[in-house]
């Protein structure tokens, strides 16, 4: 998963990338409201993490522009403002939640999966696919109702495609779930952690895409 930081405090960003990032997120920065512009019109996140306060213009700008042009990425505005006023006009201006600094990074943790899972049409906090269950809160898989040891890249393979039950995930996405954007590509692709979901969780879980990717199975 991929998401964007807004934020101008170099310290609390940094603090955040790495907490994030021993979750399986992805983060990348951006310190001003030109480099969040820049950013959200080029790239393609799961969610934004937003302060209001910022150079070259203000989280609600950036807000503002984003809901513009109809992009309805999840946005959790995180802030010192706690005035009553401030939350209604950040919530009003289409963020989907509020985050009055400071925070622990596990309540953050928490709101992003809930504004993840509202965006992907989800309510429960558990995904299904047939015999197989992931709650990404405990990173804990099971099949058939016992427990499965997956490795972090076995994980990271399997969130990724169930998040998008379905719908056919091209070998680059897969790798850079995997991987992360900016991660080295270590010499066993996705294909190998695909082999090992099917042999620990059936070999009908997964479908080939020949030529593009894989595809996670519905209704199995």
Not at 20 to 37: F, I, K, N, P, S
Not at 116 to 129: D, K, N, T, W, Y
């Amino acid at each position: 998963m991929r998401i964007l930081l807004v934020e101008d405090d170099a310290m609390l960003a940094d603090a955040l990338v790495t907490a994030l990032g021993q979750h399986d997120t992805v983060v990348e920065w951006a310190g001003d409201a030109t480099a969040a512009r820049l950013a959200l019109v080029d790239h393609d996140y799961a969610a934004v993490l937003l302060d209001l306060g910022l150079p070259g213009g203000s989280g609600l700008g950036v807000l503002a522009a984003m809901r513009g042009r109809y992009d309805t990425t999840p946005v959790i505005i995180m802030t010192a403002r706690d005035r009553l006023s401030d939350r209604i006009g950040g919530l009003d201006a289409g963020a989907d939640d509020y985050l009055v600094k400071p925070f622990q990074v596990d309540e953050l943790q928490a709101r992003l999966r809930a504004v993840l899972r509202r965006s992907l049409g989800r309510v429960a906090p558990v995904m299904r696919s047939g015999d197989v269950e992931l709650d990404p809160a405990s990173r804990a898989v099971a099949c058939r109702g016992q427990p499965v040891a997956l490795s972090t890249h076995e994980y990271r393979t399997l969130l990724a495609l169930m998040e998008r039950t379905g719908k056919a995930l091209s070998r680059t996405a897969l790798e850079e779930a995997v991987y992360g954007s900016d991660g080295v590509i270590e010499s066993n692709t996705v294909a190998v952690y695909v082999h090992q979901l099917r042999r620990k969780l059936g070999e009908d879980l997964i479908e080939t895409v020949h030529g593009y990717g894989y595809r996670l199975r519905e209704g199995r």
